[in-house]
């Protein structure tokens, strides 16, 4: 990386808005050591902001796409200092100059994102076909001033048996429950071996979609804190009976917002609630911290999340952009009708 592109990736974590500060260099490297090679096209304007678009080269059938690199924790999104017609300009121009490519692949992005729907606009206003979908909408809550309106949010019967479950699972051992953070690269790859040891006792090991089982995640991980934003940014809070990891959650700060990436506990404490306990235990933390001021839970709620108190607060969607050109309208005709079929 030459030093001019290190100034601009700078200039970025300088100015970029909060709520995207985890759009880093290191976040779309360590993704791409584990999947697809990454492109960065980079844009300045006269005002010296800049925009970079991080990207891959993906195959859909026949048809080639300049899809967004990164992993989706918590969602994806480009790095950009600032928003101006001339950086969407470009971003655009350069779209459409890209040999052999029926389309743009951005997303799941959010849908207030300011940059992303300025670009929108202007490939739209370029004759772009668009199809936008929502993805769903994330839950979160405004965290509390203190733990006694937390808790007082609560209702007893809930807080009640937390406290039991609590006591039944001091009985089974010696009970630890640690809160891992600001931890140096070694420090960190115990923790994330300890998340894989949990993960692979759990549900998700069998049916879902794990996020530390295995060599290529374990080392995405471990990859992305050789960043010190990153080793400052990952929290982990897991229950340990008699040393063992048995229950946790994991989650990235990204400025005053705290998103929950992933939790999960082991089939043989399920009766146990570990993840009531660990919920109570990351909140009363939290509070206790005054640093985060808002707990966004991610997409979905099978009612476990409103239970917490969580609403819906941000939507997020996919955007597949086909240019105004034989190949992005073919292609952008055989999505559409795609689309129809799975209605």
């Not at 700078?10 to 360590?30: G, K, N, V």
């Not at 051992?173 to 070694?186: C, R, T, Y």
């Not at 707990?295 to 597949?320: P, V």
């Amino acid at each position: 990386m030459s030093n001019e592109d290190k100034n601009i990736w700078a200039s970025i974590y300088d100015h970029c808005p909060e709520d995207c500060s985890m759009f880093r260099e290191s976040w779309y490297d360590a993704w791409s050591k584990q999947n697809s090679d990454v492109i960065y096209a980079i844009f300045t304007d006269q005002k010296n902001q800049h925009a970079i678009f991080p990207y891959f080269i993906k195959k859909l059938g026949p048809f080639s796409f300049a899809s967004l690199a990164g992993n989706y924790f918590p969602r994806k999104g480009l790095p950009y200092s600032g928003v101006s017609d001339e950086l969407t300009d470009k971003f655009a121009t350069f779209l459409l100059k890209l040999p052999n490519i029926s389309g743009c692949q951005l997303g799941p992005v959010k849908k207030d994102d300011p940059f992303i729907q300025k670009l929108v606009e202007k490939l739209s206003s370029d004759n772009w076909k668009l199809l936008l979908q929502s993805t769903g909408f994330d839950h979160g809550m405004v965290v509390p001033e203190t733990v006694d309106e937390y808790l007082s949010t609560l209702s007893k019967s809930r807080r009640k048996k937390t406290a039991y479950y609590l006591r039944r699972l001091e009985k089974t051992g010696v009970i630890e429950i640690k809160h891992h953070k600001s931890l140096d690269p070694a420090g960190w790859r115990n923790v994330f071996a300890d998340l894989e040891a949990v993960e692979s006792k759990a549900w998700v090991s069998e049916r879902g979609d794990p996020h530390f089982i295995g060599i290529k995640r374990q080392s995405y991980w471990n990859e992305l804190v050789s960043d010190e934003w990153y080793r400052e940014a990952f929290n982990a809070w897991i229950i340990y009976v008699n040393e063992k990891p048995i229950s946790y959650i994991a989650a990235i700060d990204i400025g005053t917002e705290r998103f929950v990436l992933s939790s999960s506990f082991s089939k043989e404490y399920a009766d146990f609630r570990t993840g009531s306990i660990l919920e109570i235990e990351m909140m009363s933390r939290t509070i206790s911290e005054a640093k985060v001021t808002f707990m966004n839970n991610g997409m979905g709620d099978s009612g476990y999340k409103s239970a917490w108190g969580n609403k819906e607060f941000q939507e997020l969607y996919e955007i597949i952009a086909f240019p105004p050109n034989i190949k992005g309208r073919l292609a952008y005709i055989i999505a559409k009708l795609k689309t129809k079929l799975r209605r």
